[in-house]
């Protein structure tokens, strides 16, 4: 499925959140604290937007490894990244985010944009970003929710379930890509229940934050020293 929808994948993400998904990536790269001398794990990367946003920040990541299972978004996210000259820079691998061929504690951080609730043992993940952080080192990850809110949640999810699964496939010609995004994220671990996992994992100082009225939450935390 991802694979079919490779070529459209970016422009549907900006399409169909109206923009706003750059401005989530740049805070999810900017919570990292990075000074320039990190070396940053980018799991489940797709095309590769938020390992790009790891390397052109101010200041960025030393050092970008971007890993997904879907060859054709590498595929995609190859020709981006040798259009902007970071190909030295930032490296894509095809891989299992449970089993990644990462050293352990080799990486300062690990990101993770809207590709969590993608993935089949989420323990297994979270398992995985703890066993490749250095002590003290830190993740971001970006995931879809559900605005609290009564008239926006409503709002929300009549767009979330009726209009974008619509739009997603008009653009897309794949009919199951953009009814499974909506089905996804409704199957997901709430915000509490996903920190609940974070902590029992292994990290500490996990927080939840929401983002453009809990459209989407920004989860933070941080191996144990």
């Not at 590769?48 to 390397?55: F, M, T």
């Not at 739009?167 to 199957?187: D, N």
Request: glycine share 8%; proline share 4%.
């Amino acid at each position: 499925m991802f694979d079919a929808i490779a070529g459209r994948y970016d422009f549907l993400n900006h399409l169909l959140s109206a923009g706003i998904d750059r401005r989530w990536r740049r805070l999810a790269i900017r919570s990292l604290a990075l000074t320039g001398r990190e070396r940053v794990l980018d799991l489940c990367t797709g095309t590769a937007d938020l390992a790009i946003a790891a390397r052109t920040a101010r200041p960025s990541a030393a050092r970008v490894v971007g890993v997904d299972f879907a060859a054709a978004m590498l595929r995609v996210g190859r020709e981006k990244l040798q259009r902007r000259g970071l190909d030295a820079s930032i490296a894509l691998v095809r891989g299992d985010a449970t089993r990644t061929p990462i050293a352990t504690r080799s990486m300062d951080g690990v990101t993770i944009a809207f590709g969590i609730r993608n993935v089949d043992d989420v323990a297994a993940a979270c398992d995985e970003i703890r066993r490749v952080l250095k002590p003290a080192g830190r993740f971001a990850i970006l995931e879809f929710g559900v605005p609290d809110a009564p008239p926006l949640r409503a709002a929300y999810l009549w767009y979330f379930n009726r209009i974008l699964p619509r739009i997603g496939r008009i653009v897309s010609r794949h009919h199951a890509a953009y009814a499974y995004l909506p089905a996804s994220v409704s199957a997901f671990s709430s915000p509490d229940e996903f920190v609940t996992i974070l902590r029992q994992q292994g990290f500490v100082d996990v927080s939840a934050v929401p983002l453009t009225f809990g459209i989407v939450f920004l989860y933070n935390g941080r191996r144990a020293g």
